[in-house]
Structures are given as structure tokens and as C-alpha cells.
């Protein structure tokens, strides 16, 4: 959390985990895997924005591994 919102998103993240922790007792098994499910789909958003971000790094690197790959041969 520190790394992507700052020290000061450090406290509310802490309170939210400790919150959840104390209610995971309570919720029906249905409702932890629907959370559950939840979190994983929003952790999927960042890294989709990583890969889009970062395509034309992948392709240059691709390129140069491939040519790399096409000297080696010779």
C-alpha cells in the first residue's frame, strides 16, 4: 500500500484487514468466496494496466531477443 497510495494509505489499509479479519467468523462461506472473488478480479485491473502500459517495451525487447536468437544461428 505504501508503494502505490503513499505512507498515509498505510493506517486505513491496516484498519480495513483487521475489520475484515473480525468479521470473517460471522459471514457465510458463500459471502467470503463472493469477496474473495471480488479482491482477485480488482487485483487483475493494475496488471492489465501494467501490460497495456508496457507493450511497446515487451515488443522492442521481443525484437531484440528474436534478432539475437537469428545471430546466434549464423
Request: aromatic share 10%.
Given at each position: 500500500?505504501?508503494?502505490?497510495?503513499?505512507?498515509k494509505?498505510i493506517?486505513?489499509?491496516?484498519?480495513?484487514?483487521?475489520?475484515?479479519?473480525?468479521?470473517?467468523?460471522?459471514?457465510?462461506?458463500?459471502?467470503?468466496?463472493?469477496?474473495?472473488?471480488?479482491?482477485?478480479?480488482?487485483?487483475?485491473?493494475?496488471?492489465?494496466?501494467?501490460?497495456?502500459?508496457?507493450?511497446?517495451?515487451?515488443?522492442?525487447?521481443?525484437?531484440?531477443?528474436?534478432?539475437?536468437?537469428?545471430?546466434?544461428?549464423?
Amino acid at each position: 500500500m505504501e508503494y502505490l497510495l503513499g505512507v498515509k494509505a498505510i493506517l486505513p489499509y491496516c484498519v480495513i484487514f483487521i475489520i475484515l479479519i473480525a468479521c470473517g467468523p460471522f459471514l457465510k462461506l458463500e459471502a467470503i468466496w463472493v469477496l474473495a472473488d471480488i479482491v482477485n478480479g480488482l487485483m487483475a485491473i493494475p496488471n492489465l494496466l501494467a501490460l497495456l502500459g508496457l507493450t511497446s517495451i515487451v515488443v522492442a525487447e521481443t525484437k531484440r531477443y528474436q534478432k539475437y536468437l537469428a545471430e546466434k544461428k549464423k
